[in-house]
């Protein structure tokens, strides 16, 4: 006998009370009850079944969830990029500041000084700062007063 089939035949011990046992010894893990644990067994697998549909429906959640935002984003850009107007001060993905003096189709010539001005593809203005009309496009928060004083 080797090494693997006296673990075997040392696993199988008889439990008392089951049908050709009756050698007296139990299981290791066996509850004291007698009967093995046969019927409040849980069901094979561990209970992962009911898991991994759950799992399942998680993730394809997760991943539309995702592309959605994805897409909402990509539209809020675009929309941005349409509306780029001469004498809007934007910023570039690069951290350049800058007022749009030109246009192009995919182009932008921002002027960062006096007598500087740079050539940027479109698609590198990140924001918009303010719009030509003056206006903010995101307006600086309000700092909230404190409770009993007027203004």
């Given at each position: 006998m080797n090494l693997t089939q006296d673990l075997f035949t040392t696993a199988t011990l008889t439990v008392p009370g089951t049908p050709g046992g009756g050698?007296?010894?139990?299981?290791?893990?066996?509850p004291a009850g007698g009967a093995g644990g046969q019927n409040g067994a849980?069901?094979?697998?561990g209970g992962l079944g009911m898991l991994f549909p759950i799992l399942i429906a998680f993730m394809?959640?997760?991943i539309v969830t995702s592309f959605m935002s994805g897409r909402?984003?990509?539209k809020k850009r675009q929309e941005m990029l349409s509306t780029?107007?001469?004498?809007?001060?934007?910023?570039?993905?690069?951290?350049?500041?800058g007022t749009?003096?030109?246009?192009?189709?995919?182009?932008v010539v921002l002027k960062v000084d006096e007598n500087t001005r740079?050539?940027?593809?479109?698609?590198?203005?990140?924001?918009?700062?303010?719009?030509?009309g003056g206006?903010?496009?995101?307006p600086e928060p309000v700092e909230p007063q404190a409770i009993g004083t007027s203004a």
């Open positions: 050698g007296g010894a139990t299981q290791p893990g066996a849980p069901p094979p697998g394809l959640f997760m909402k984003e990509k780029l107007r001469k004498h809007d001060r934007v910023q570039t993905i690069g951290g350049i500041l749009v003096s030109e246009i192009r189709d995919n182009e740079i050539h940027v593809v479109k698609s590198s203005v990140q924001t918009v700062l303010s719009s030509a206006s903010p496009a995101d």
